[in-house]
């Protein structure tokens, strides 16, 4: 079905892989029972609709719909295709796969993801060895022991144009798909390629599952630049990722907040410090990206460097998103100018950057009194270019509660009335700004279950009564065409959970239906399961007595007018009898 994988190999490669365990290498679960909960990662929402079933292996999202078993997932969160889904798992349980190949796209990103913690590696050994004593001595002078360099997996790259090159080409990686990946440069008018990285301190960038995607190199030799990233490629993007989450993802959890640095150094000297919820941007500002993945793991943002540096419409994108999602954002803003947490640290000591903390300020207050700086406030000039300066700031904040709290702040600011800052604000929005926005799935309205979806989700979830059911059900019960392809399928399977083909491989339909089936447990029914069982049958028979009923009448009716005699006796003798088909 799928085109490369036999799918007795993709059931193999489903029950290799714990559904929780990958999903947990992208989303903080929270155990709800017998199920896992979290903030979908398909959609913006305030309370979790997310759920994870272990016992069934699927997940399901109550308010998108999405849902499916861990291809499924992968597919969505990685856009990785079947294949490359099922491959990716496959590597992570140990299975080996047939040699048939996909797409060379998706096969080249399998491999780029494979590369990278064998360069990892490489790197690591460099820096035990006699050529790396000049990294570990670096590594010293910033207070950074062994013991961290292990936990962070630090290595070091030799000063050669190609040792990184060779070294993976002995392993049967082509010097193309080392390009993609981000580790070799093609060598200008030239044939042949070169490292990137050359006589450098390298520090691997993970993604929250701990997969090795890209590296920072600092330079060792004074060289510029000082620090040198990977470039973006398929499976990494610096404004999608924080460094240092996998690590600081349980610590955030707990704390329920969360320190955002700058720099590699700054964010492991917070860790050595016992800051351990410590993550940090790579090259960026805090992109609305980065906010959005820091609000499934925390309330609270606490940033140590100015935010305002990206633009007006990255500050703009990452209000929206820290206030949709419910992310608190504080600006820590009284670090002395040019010391970043890491030299603050080791001049002033943890208590006073502990301090330093207490005293941040909300993102959009900070933002607001950065904006109205600068501009004379006695003056009616000065009042309006210092509101205009602000307006587009309130805009980005789509809680109107909190909007109107800003406005006053401004208003207090500026000294002028929080009415005419709401007009001038209402004009703006009229100009073509948004205002609120709709929410992009606004949640279902649940109506009753028929009796065929009920009966449909305990033959599924509940084994014991498939038989009962599938018993009586026909196709002709089915008037929801989707709920009747489920029963079709299920049918044909002839037993299991989800029938014999993966959720992951079913129509998307089907997939949605089957998930939000066995992501729903049977609670509901306890202690009166047999009854709802009996009840629903009686309900479906009863319709397709009338059904045929009405199927008769129909009959009847034209028989009568067409002067069929023999077929109106016929069908009143069965009345008669007590009989509903004829």
Same mark, same amino acid.
């Given at each position: 079905?799928? $085109? ?109 993801? /494979? ?53 993976? $080409? ?171 947490? /890491? ?183 306890? $202690? ?55």
């Amino acid at each position: 079905m799928n $085109g490369f994988i036999p799918e007795d190999v993709v059931a193999q490669v489903i029950a290799a892989n714990d559904i929780v365990e990958v999903i947990q290498g992208y989303l903080p679960l929270k155990s709800s029972g017998r199920h896992y909960k979290a903030l979908c990662p398909f959609h913006a929402e305030k309370t979790p609709s997310f759920v994870v079933n272990p016992e069934k292996q699927i997940f399901k999202c109550f308010g998108c719909g999405e849902g499916g078993d861990v291809v499924t997932f992968l597919m969505k969160q990685e856009r990785f295709t079947f294949p490359e889904a099922v491959r990716y798992l496959a590597g992570r349980a140990g299975i080996s796969l047939p040699s048939k190949k996909g797409t060379q796209e998706g096969e080249g990103r399998l491999k780029i993801y /494979d590369v990278h913690p064998l360069a990892c590696d490489y790197f690591r050994q460099n820096l035990r060895r006699p050529e790396g004593a000049k990294a570990r001595e670096y590594l010293e002078s910033r207070g950074v022991g062994e013991e961290v360099a292990e936990r962070f997996l630090l290595g070091y790259t030799l000063p050669a144009w190609d040792g990184l090159l060779r070294h993976l $080409g002995q392993r049967g990686f082509s010097p193309p798909l080392l390009e993609q990946a981000g580790l070799v440069i093609p060598r200008s008018g030239k044939q042949g390629y070169y490292d990137r990285f050359r006589d450098r301190l390298m520090i691997p960038i993970q993604d929250g599952s701990g997969r090795v995607i890209g590296f920072g190199g600092r330079s060792l030799d004074g060289s510029l630049p000082k620090y040198l990233n990977s470039p973006e490629t398929s499976i990494y993007r610096k404004g999608s990722h924080l460094y240092g989450l996998n690590l600081a993802a349980p610590h955030i959890r707990e704390k329920g907040s969360t320190i955002v640095v700058e720099g590699y150094f700054d964010l492991i000297a917070l860790h050595v410090h016992g800051f351990v919820n410590s993550v940090a941007v790579l090259g960026t500002a805090l992109t609305g990206e980065q906010a959005s993945l820091l609000a499934r793991y925390a309330k609270r943002a606490l940033l140590t460097f100015d935010p305002d540096t990206a633009g007006l419409a990255a500050t703009r994108r990452l209000v929206k998103v820290a206030v949709g999602e419910g992310l608190e954002c504080l600006v820590v803003d009284d670090l002395p100018e040019g010391k970043d947490p /890491d030299q603050f640290i080791r001049e002033q000591g943890v208590q006073a950057f502990g301090e330093a903390i207490s005293r941040a300020k909300d993102l959009v207050t900070f933002l607001l009194d950065r904006r109205v700086s600068g501009f004379d406030l006695r003056t009616i000039d000065g009042q309006e270019k210092a509101v205009n300066a602000a307006l587009p700031l309130l805009a980005a904040v789509e809680n109107l509660v909190m909007r109107s709290r800003y406005v006053q702040e401004l208003a207090q600011k500026v000294g002028i009335s929080n009415l005419a800052i709401v007009e001038q604000l209402n004009r703006l929005l009229a100009q073509g700004e948004k205002g609120p926005d709709t929410p992009l799935y606004p949640p279902k309205p649940k109506a009753p279950a028929s009796a065929e979806w009920t009966l449909l989700h305990i033959a599924l979830y509940d084994q014991g009564f498939r038989e009962r059911i599938f018993g009586v059900l026909e196709p002709e019960d089915f008037v929801d065409p989707v709920l009747k392809k489920v029963f079709l399928v299920q049918r044909q399977a002839g037993g299991g959970e989800a029938g014999e083909i993966p959720i992951s491989q079913q129509d998307p339909d089907v997939r949605e239906v089957l998930a939000e089936f066995l992501a729903t447990d049977l609670s509901a029914y306890e $202690g009166v399961l047999d009854k709802v069982v009996a009840d629903c049958l009686d309900r479906v028979k009863a319709r397709r007595a009338r059904r045929e009923w009405e199927g008769l009448r129909k009959r009847l009716v034209e028989a009568e007018r067409s002067g069929d005699r023999e077929t109106v006796e016929q069908i009143l003798k069965g009345f008669q009898r007590g009989r509903w088909a004829s």
